[in-house]
């Protein structure tokens, strides 16, 4: 299998990262700047407009025939896979003459839509400016970012779809006592989740990624539940012959800004597309379906009782206050917590 390879990655990310975008409330405004700073082989274009009037870019790179659509922040307050696409496009600006941004280039045609959600970006919220929940609005289409979504996808009529979202703190691998830092899902496409040959292409894809991943943060990368949602974006395009990556960035120890988790998304990110770049085949999947669940078995924090019986366990609730983003402790659960595990615990 094509790897990357992780001791050069490890060495020069703190070069490749975009530090310009930092933390966690992202916004429009803080990527414009960066759109005037692309290398000139990236063509930035204002592709559409929000539902208040805000830009929706779509970048373009590559000249080869597989096509890959990419987006991000149809969630606003999901901004870990922006700065993943803004690292990745970073790299490609430095090191446009590597072999393996050659083999991109030249095999791909590669369009992102870094932010489709810029209202919801604002106020850090998961919905848009009229309540709609992107994520849920593939087959009502009622949102003008959903149109544009969908116009998109059928004027670049992609082989692979890479879907960017943030999933909670929650989440840990099943059979490990660590946090889900990256998960991924090859997105069913009806009610039964029968494997099939567009989720088996899409699952051979994650197979690479995951065995990236394991070379850097072992046991820390999950498999989201593969249940079906009918009016869900991932799944809709999947069924629609669109293969589709769901990468869902998670927690890690310490890192509620996501600056780690941003730099393993970015390395999963730019092994998916180098891996579709060469290969050839691919119909072998059954590797997939070894990467553990996801469960839900963390809070942020627990306070241990002595006896376990009057166990505390509090989660972080994200808000914006006065421009900043701020985590407020709230409690959630109380009684024996010995099957959950604290991010942080307290005797």
Not at 111 to 120: E, H
Not at 165 to 175: A, L, S, Y
Not at 203 to 220: C, D, E, F, T
Request: glycine share 6%; hydrophobic share 35%; proline share 3%.
């Amino acid at each position: 299998m094509n790897l990357l390879n992780t001791s050069f990655l490890e060495k020069n990310y703190s070069t490749i990262k975009e530090t310009r975008i930092i933390g966690r409330h992202i916004t429009i405004e803080d990527i414009k700047p960066l759109y005037s700073d692309l290398d000139n082989i990236i063509n930035s274009t204002i592709i559409g407009y929000s539902e208040k009037n805000k830009e929706i870019y779509q970048l373009k790179t590559g000249t080869g025939n597989i096509k890959i659509l990419i987006w991000s922040q149809m969630h606003g307050n999901e901004s870990t896979g922006t700065k993943a696409i803004f690292d990745f496009l970073k790299f490609i600006k430095l090191y446009k003459n590597a072999d393996i941004v050659k083999s991109i280039l030249l095999n791909c045609e590669i369009t992102i839509v870094p932010m489709l959600n810029p209202d919801g970006a604002e106020v850090y919220t998961r919905f848009n400016a009229n309540n709609i929940d992107l994520n849920r609005d593939a087959t009502a289409l009622q949102a003008k970012e959903s149109k544009l979504l969908r116009e998109i996808l059928e004027t670049v009529n992609p082989k692979f779809c890479f879907n960017l979202h943030d999933q909670r703190t929650i989440f840990g691998v099943e059979g490990t006592k660590n946090p889900a830092t990256i998960s991924f899902l090859a997105p069913s496409e009806e009610e039964s989740r029968k494997i099939t040959k567009g989720r088996k292409q899409t699952m051979n894809v994650i197979i690479s990624m995951n065995n990236l991943l394991q070379k850097v943060i072992p046991n820390h990368i999950g498999r989201y539940t593969d249940e079906f949602y009918p009016t869900a974006t991932g799944d809709n395009f999947q069924r629609l012959g669109y293969n589709t990556v769901l990468i869902e960035a998670g927690h890690y120890p310490n890192d509620y800004d996501r600056e780690n988790v941003r730099k393993y998304n970015f390395y999963a990110l730019l092994q998916g597309i180098y891996y579709i770049s060469v290969t050839k085949d691919f119909t072998n999947y059954l590797e997939y379906l070894s990467i553990p669940s996801n469960i839900k078995n963390f809070y942020d924090v627990i306070y241990r009782s002595k006896n376990n019986q009057k166990d505390v366990a509090y989660q972080y609730e994200e808000t914006i206050e006065n421009g900043k983003f701020v985590l407020n402790l709230i409690k959630q659960k109380e009684g024996d917590l010995t099957s959950y595990i604290g991010h942080k615990e307290i005797n």
